[in-house]
């Protein structure tokens, strides 16, 4: 099957439907039937006998029920983060994510638990909660640091023009340090964490350079704490300290 193909195959949303339901389990074509509703018997085994054609879905010989067949499970897993493109396609079609690498791009569907917030306002009120709850921060950001951060530990990535703001906490700060500056010519996006596991991401908008706070990823499951520090390091790693 070559990629025309496959993109042929996933271009069908009932057999996408057929292959996210066999994920999990094996079932008849009856029972596939019954469980997506609305389309006919005789449509849904037209759409299995062209997934077993292109060996993605196989049938038991003895129990007659379909299921997804090893290439079919490598398929749909790495289908996974175009699946995740589409649901989100009115997020991604209007804000820029090439600033990632390739491979943290690809992954970006660790974010599949999170939820888009809408509105600065509401941005405002969770990161506020963030900076209170939390003892411990992770944080890029192309504005200076919100809030009180004093007795707090904090690793920060600002733009180098706010280098100022680095000599400001450096003096409200407990002994020792707690604050660990890095600067970046441009911050492109925006990634906050907490030891709490909590977080947040933004995203330019298309027309813009800088990250977007009024439509954020608000990040509250393991694997997608997990993804904002694989972001965090690869830029921390290119971030510099000024030399005096």
């Known amino acids: 099957m070559g990629y025309k193909d496959l993109l042929n195959v996933f ?97 970006i569907f660790q974010l599949k638990n999170a939820e888009i917030i809408d509105g600065t306002g509401y941005f405002v009120h969770k990161m506020t909660d963030f900076l209170i709850n939390g003892k411990k921060f992770s944080i890029m950001s192309d504005s200076p640091f919100p809030g009180d951060i004093s007795k707090k530990k904090v690793d920060l990535i600002i733009p180098q023009n706010l280098q100022p703001e680095k000599e400001k906490y450096s003096k409200i700060l407990p002994q020792p340090p707690l604050l660990c500056v890095k600067f970046m010519e441009k911050i492109p996006i925006s990634v906050a964490f907490s030891d709490l596991g909590e977080g947040f991401l933004s995203f330019p908008s298309i027309s813009d350079q800088k990250p977007d706070f009024g439509t954020t990823f608000y990040v509250t499951d393991k694997s997608g704490i997990d993804y904002l520090k694989k972001i965090w390091n690869y830029f921390w790693k290119n971030a510099f300290i000024p030399s005096t």
């Open 11 to 107: 271009a069908n949303p009932i057999r996408v439907q057929i292959l996210l339901l066999l994920e999990d389990c094996e079932y008849s074509s009856s029972e596939i039937t019954a469980k997506l509703g609305n389309i006919s018997n005789s449509e849904i085994s037209r759409h299995l006998k062209r997934l077993v054609d292109v060996e993605l879905v196989e049938r038991d010989p003895i129990s007659r029920k379909y299921n997804l067949a090893h290439y079919g499970m490598l398929i749909l897993q790495n289908f996974a983060p175009m699946n995740f493109l589409f649901v989100n396609s009115n997020y991604f079609t209007s804000h820029r994510i090439s600033d990632l690498p390739f491979n943290l791009t690809r992954d």
